[in-house]
């Protein structure tokens, strides 16, 4: 599939890629104490090597007390958390390949099943002061311009899936009455727009910047932040200004239309409306499922490219990112593009406890 335009080159301001796929965040809770291990770096090292265009690290939290409520997941701070991430993106360029962390802040969470829980102390839910907003911001932008210090070739942040930004986003948990709430999503939007702006104001123009947003929520999957275009208008345009330069659309399912009459996905009408570039995820490359149903046990067999091809042809979107199918697989790229498809994995839940 060489001649395939999802083997064709990709650029963005200071970050090229080889092809259009992309590995998909995905939590693996393998860095003890919040540190990524050699494990963890070969693990990464192996897509590359594997050809995939652009690796999104798992999502890996920022400098605040209350970003994760897991020990080992990985951290984007401190000393030994960022000499782990240093080794990890030394390996990944050693193979060729290009990556971006998936900057992360869990906000209100459960407590983990482990029973661990930050260190600070947890009192239940409160609303952030402006003072904390403020911080957290901060901490945003110093683990962009971390990522980019340590060499990592564009950051992605993790605005989907009903955690920090994307509680901000929602009217269902956004209840408040001050200039970060509101009953518009341009007024709930304020809060991710400030992180952009200020990443933008540490990166300089030329880093690219990436957001993951999703309609729907792990708390709720029907929800959505813009039922209509007008809306999703009101929420794209103003990160689009404040500096997005590609837009990660999450979707279970990428097939699915967005909206009634087009069938046009969610990364479909974020480049319509913002002109941007952007991601498509969902499914690709199985035989249909979801993720949500992996955690519930449930494998998934290889599956065709046409669909994805077609509407990339068609220009709805520029990156197709994969999850499952690279988890399990890390030739998955390089299978495909040397048609070698009845050696593909498929995706199996065996997979989800071990670094393959
Ligand atoms: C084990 C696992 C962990 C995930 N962790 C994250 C994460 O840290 N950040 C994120 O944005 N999405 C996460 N996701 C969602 C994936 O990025 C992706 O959107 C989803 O798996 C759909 O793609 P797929 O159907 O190709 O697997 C995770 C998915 C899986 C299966």
Redesign the pocket.
Known sequence: MSNSLLFSPFQIKSLSLKNRFVM?????SQSPDGVPTADVASYYERRAAGEVGLI?S??TVIDRPAASNDKNIPRFHGEKSLAGWKKVIDAVHQSGGKMAP?I?HMGLMKPHQSGWLPEAPFEGPAEMSLTDIETTIEAYAQAALDAKTLGFDTVEV?G??GYLVDQFFWEGMNKRTDIYGGKTISARNRFAVDVITAIRGKVGEDFPIII?LSQWKQQQFEARIAPSPKEMEEWLLPLSEAGVDIFHC?Q?RFWEPEFEGSDLNFAGWAKKITGKATIT??????DGG??IQ??KGEGAKAGPLDEIERRLHRGDFDLV???????SDPQWTKKIREERFGELKG?SKEH?AVLT
């Not at 998909?24 to 693996?28: G, Y």
């Not at 995820?281 to 199985?286: E, H, N, T």
């Not at 990112?321 to 988890?327: D, F, I, P």
Request: net charge positive; no cysteine.
């Open positions: 998909a965040p995905m939590t693996r999104l798992e999502g998936q992360w993790h989907a899936h993951r999450s279970r995820v969902g499914s690709i490359g199985l979801d993720f992996s955690f990112a994969v999850g499952r199918a690279l988890l995706f989800l």
